[in-house]
């Protein structure tokens, strides 16, 4: 199936610090989401974005929805311990179906 | 918040065998669910996308003869992994469409299925 593609596959950083990863795509998407996924668990939703350029904050997160509506990227403000994870972009066409499809995804480690 | 339960959380079975997992949107009606699969270290896959009261759409590669699935109600739908083999040993995750606020789609918590 088709996937997006997210960068960077995977992150080092230390507590404190703000983290960016971005999702691009060959296809436009009416809507794109951001997701973390713990082990072992089902994926959570973080953010939706449902407008080219909208610009959206969830506490320490940020996501905007490329005008293109072929990228996104999500920031992470102040990162801490509990934010260690895997982070996942999904774009949602306009079909009726409303499938989702998922990037790579995005390891993310925060060092204390 | 709409919650989406799947049963069971995970399961071993034998080779040749098959397994049911379900998928409840609790609090909410859906008439569309979605089944991924989700390999280690990898991406949520879509298999098939399940509609109330219809047959289900695969995803290409899916073979349809061998993860059946069953959307009987608005707030059930099981896939069934016939004869199952150590490569369906994966991660499934189902979600769930809400009727009403069709821009949203809920996920579960996801089985883990090992075959031995």
């Known amino acids: 199936g088709q996937q997006l593609n997210q960068s960077p596959q995977s992150m080092f950083i230390q507590e404190g610090e703000d983290v960016s990863m971005n999702c691009t795509s060959s296809?436009?998407?009416?809507?794109w989401l951001w997701y973390k996924q713990d082990p072992g668990e089902g994926p959570v939703l973080l953010i939706a974005?449902?407008?080219?350029?909208e610009l959206t904050s969830n506490g320490r997160l940020t996501a905007q929805f490329g005008i293109t509506r072929k990228d996104s990227f999500l920031n992470i403000s102040a990162s801490i311990p509990s934010d260690v994870g895997i982070y996942f972009c999904?774009?949602?066409?306009?079909?009726?179906?409303?499938?989702?499809?998922f990037g790579s995804g995005t390891q993310l480690t925060v060092l204390p | 918040g709409a919650v989406v339960s799947q049963h069971p959380s995970w399961v071993i079975c034998k080779s040749g065998t098959s397994v049911k997992i379900e998928c409840r949107s609790l609090?909410?009606?859906?008439?569309?669910m979605f089944w991924y699969r989700q390999f280690p270290k990898q991406s949520l896959m879509l298999m098939a996308t399940?509609?109330?009261?219809?047959?289900?759409?695969?995803e290409q590669g899916v073979e349809k003869d061998k993860f059946l699935i069953n959307h009987a109600s608005l707030t059930l739908s099981t896939l069934t992994v016939t004869s199952a083999h150590p490569e369906d040993s994966s991660f499934y995750i189902c979600?769930?469409?809400?009727?009403?606020?069709?821009?949203?789609?809920?996920f579960g918590p996801g089985t883990r299925l090992l075959v031995l």
């Open positions: 609090d909410f009606q859906a008439t569309t």
């Open positions: 999904a774009g949602q066409g306009s079909g009726s179906a409303r499938q989702l499809t």
């Open positions: 399940s509609n109330e009261g219809s047959k289900a759409t695969y």
């Open positions: 974005l449902y407008k080219a350029g």
């Open positions: 296809s436009i998407f009416n809507t």
């Open positions: 979600s769930a469409l809400d009727r009403v606020l069709q821009e949203t789609q809920y």
